[in-house]
């Protein structure tokens, strides 16, 4: 299980499978004010010729973005700065999720981690807004607000996915309300296969199945 972190950090990765560690690491001031995730579905609106109506079909689930926003203060209200200012700490920030990797020419792959919440993609849009200021010009505190939308290998992506489909096979745990017929139609678009799910899993009474049980839908034969 992975370690818990009480506080806001965002790890720089070279690698899209976010494998590799020992990169660079930045550690905020203070926790996130707030954490929004946004969820789209892409569909296919294109329009038949002669159609007076368009049937928006699926295509796929675009990838989930993620906003956080947190300040970073000079005034000496919280914990220190570890840098020496906060433009300074803006850079230090910048330098993980948003400057160039030499190597790959391109921003670092990023990883979040908040408490027990963990993302993985790449920055996709970042807000710098200064809020205060010294008598000589210099700012005193920052509002930070990063966009991160989820980025994972293709094969991870196949992993990630979960999709219910009958040429893949699926295991669920039996719930207490569940009914054989109820958990093979979303899978199979048929009702006539629960009864070949029982007799794969052996099952003679399908009523008296422990809550829990482990039931095994097979892909169908092609």
Do not use: W
Not at 98 to 113: A, I, M, N, R, T
């Amino acid at each position: 299980m992975a370690s818990l972190t009480s506080s806001l950090e965002f790890i720089a990765c070279k690698k899209p499978d976010f494998s590799d560690t020992g990169g660079k690491t930045y550690i905020a001031q203070f926790n996130p004010s707030s954490l929004a995730l946004a969820l789209a579905i892409d569909r296919d609106t294109a329009q038949a010729i002669g159609n007076g109506y368009t049937e928006a079909g699926f295509k796929n689930v675009k990838p989930q973005d993620v906003t956080l926003e947190f300040t970073m203060d000079g005034t000496g209200a919280g914990e220190d700065l570890t840098a020496e200012n906060v433009p300074d700490e803006v850079n230090a920030f910048l330098d993980v999720v948003y400057d160039y990797e030499g190597s790959g020419h391109q921003p670092h792959y990023v990883k979040v981690l908040y408490g027990n919440v963990v993302l993985k993609g790449v920055a996709t849009a970042i807000s710098i807004t200064y809020t205060l200021f010294s008598a000589e010009g210099l700012p005193l505190r920052a509002k930070i607000s990063i966009t991160i939308s989820s980025s994972m290998a293709a094969e991870l992506g196949e992993i990630h996915q979960d999709k219910s489909s009958p040429d893949l096979t699926h295991v669920i745990a039996l719930k207490q309300s569940d009914r054989l017929i109820s958990l093979a139609y979303p899978i199979y678009n048929n009702n006539g296969y629960y009864s070949d799910v029982a007799n794969v899993n052996g099952f003679n009474n399908f009523r008296r199945q422990p809550v829990g049980t482990q039931i095994f839908f097979p892909p169908l034969a092609k």
